[in-house]
C-alpha cells in the first residue's frame, strides 16, 4: 500500500501521502485505544479475580478465627 502510493508522480504524491498519514494515525490511534481498553479490561478482570480469592482468604481466617474465641467462650 505504501509502495503504490510512493510510486506515483510527485503532483499526486503529497496529497496520497497526507491522506496515507492521517489514515496512518486514525489506524494507530484507534489500535493504540483497543489495546489500552483491553489491558484495562484485563486489568479489571484480575483485579475482580484478586479481590474474590482476597475475600475467600479473609472469609477462611475469620472461620478459623472465631472458631477458637467461641470455644472460649463456651
Known amino acids: 500500500m505504501v509502495i503504490i ?3 506515483h ?3 499526486h504524491e503529497t496529497k496520497n501521502k ?6 496512518h494515525i486514525a489506524f494507530f490511534s484507534l489500535l493504540h485505544r ?3 481498553c483491553l489491558t484495562i479490561s484485563s486489568l479489571l ?9 482476597l ?5 477462611f481466617v475469620n472461620s478459623n ?10
Do not use: C, W
Open 34 to 36: 483497543a489495546i489500552h
Open 18 to 23: 497526507t491522506a496515507l498519514y492521517s489514515f
Open 55 to 59: 475475600r475467600e482468604i479473609l472469609a
Open 5 to 7: 502510493f510512493h510510486q
Open 9 to 11: 508522480p510527485m503532483g
Open 65 to 74: 478465627d472465631t472458631l477458637p474465641s467461641n470455644d472460649v467462650e463456651k
Open 45 to 53: 478482570t484480575m483485579n475482580h479475580m484478586m479481590m474474590k480469592l
